[in-house]
């Protein structure tokens, strides 16, 4: 889905030539009839739902983001980390890396508890903080976090924790 095409252009600097890797950025846009538009967080909760295996829900805790154009489609899906029944490990940079990539308007970030317990974490909390606010640098809106159990979910947004 993603491509990079990285070019070698040779430099002159004082006596020995260097070379500068240019890279230039391409993403394939999806066709039409993937796209599936976000409405709510029960939108956002039954495609994610597709996303996370039932065998490991209870197990592992992994962590997605969707990434949405202006009219709240979703254009991508990543997984960001895979944990184990206390957490995972989140790089913010790799989310935004995403969001830019697919020039990504709006972003939703969604992980579970294995433990079945929706309520979130401080560290969700303080990860949910820093992702609202570095989208600001970047033209992009969270638009939700959802944390996600075999059984239900917590929508940030509907709790009003964003």
């Known amino acids: 889905m993603n491509n990079q095409i990285i070019k070698s252009i040779p430099v002159r600097r004082r006596k020995s030539q260097k070379t500068l890797h240019e890279v230039e950025i391409i993403y394939n846009w999806p066709s039409i009839g993937a796209i599936r538009q976000i409405n709510s967080a029960a ?15 209870n197990y592992k805790e992994m962590f997605y983001v969707l990434l949405l154009n202006r009219a709240n489609c979703c254009i991508g899906i990543s997984m960001i980390g895979v944990g184990g029944t206390a957490g995972v490990m989140v790089n913010i940079k790799e989310i ?5 990539k697919t020039n ?14 929706r309520q979130p974490s401080e560290a969700d909390k303080t990860l ?12 992009c809106t ?3 976090h959802l944390i996600l159990t075999s059984d239900g979910y ?8 964003l």
């Open 104 to 117: 990504a308007s709006g972003i939703i970030l969604s992980h579970n508890h294995p433990s079945g317990n």
């Open 154 to 161: 917590l929508s940030f947004a509907e709790e009003s924790l």
């Open 43 to 57: 939108d956002s909760y039954k495609l994610l739902k597709e996303l996370y295996d039932p065998k490991k829900i």
């Open 128 to 139: 949910t903080k820093k992702v609202k606010e570095a989208c600001s640098y970047v033209e």
């Open 96 to 100: 935004f890396q995403l969001a830019i």
């Open 142 to 144: 969270l638009l939700d």
